[in-house]
């Protein structure tokens, strides 16, 4: 039967993981939110003059 306590005391994560998890921490990243904020800026500024991207109906 296997000893999960004794397989648990020798793991070691591989070096990749936490490599990886170095640099994934370390960046700046935006959330959903700060890129919808940015793209509606972004579409505001292109969009002046216009009725907001909308058609009007006629």
Known sequence: MINFEEELKKFH????????RGVIEDQDLDDVADVLVDMFR???AEGKGRSGGRRERR
């Open 42 to 44: 972004r579409s505001g």
């Open 13 to 20: 994560p591989s070096l990749e993981l936490d490599e990886a």
